[in-house]
């Protein structure tokens, strides 16, 4: 079962994370320079038929392997434990995904338009970055580079 979890959570991981860098470095600078709400936004309709379920795959299977790892909720956050400390460290980089994801959602998507074309991208930016850094802690699990 663990193996199936962690093919998953890689899996959903590689889509959320390229799907991030596609945007990030090929879709995004063109959209600026162009000040096209409309690419961004056909962009984002088809990734997000795959980007969202991704996401709740690696929610779902990441609590599932932390709770694997650190048993006890009560100490995903104590960041005196090396793998306690990885797990808090992947649940702040969701809240923060998530707040990003939300504000981008709820604020700026249902209004977009070449006048918020910047702000939108300052959200696209740090959530490709944390992005990156879920793979990075990630992958630390194994390698220990973080303790």
């Known amino acids: 079962m663990y193996g199936a979890m962690l093919?998953?959570?890689?899996?959903?991981?590689?889509?959320?994370?390229?799907g991030h860098l596609v945007l990030a470095i090929a879709i995004l600078p063109r959209v600026?320079?162009?000040?096209?709400?409309?690419?961004?936004?056909?962009?984002?309709?088809?990734y997000e038929?795959?980007?969202?379920?991704?996401?709740?795959?690696?929610?779902?299977?990441?609590?599932w392997l932390a709770h694997r790892m650190v048993p006890e909720f009560s100490r995903w956050f104590a960041f005196g434990d090396?793998?306690?400390?990885?797990?808090?460290?992947?649940l702040l980089l969701l809240a923060a995904t998530v707040a990003f994801a939300l504000d981008a959602r709820l604020r700026l998507i249902p209004e977009l338009s070449e006048k918020n074309l910047t702000a939108l991208a300052w959200?696209?930016?740090?959530v490709t970055l944390v992005s990156v850094l879920f793979v990075v802690v990630g992958v630390s699990f194994r390698t220990g580079w973080f303790y």
């Open 7 to 18: 093919l998953l959570h890689i899996l959903a991981a590689t889509i959320w994370t390229g």
């Open 32 to 46: 600026l320079r162009e000040r096209s709400p409309a690419r961004l936004l056909e962009f984002e309709s088809a």
């Open 49 to 63: 038929r795959v980007g969202i379920p991704a996401l709740v795959v690696q929610v779902a299977t990441g609590l």
């Open 82 to 90: 090396p793998v306690a400390t990885l797990v808090g460290v992947k």
């Open 123 to 126: 959200h696209i930016v740090p």
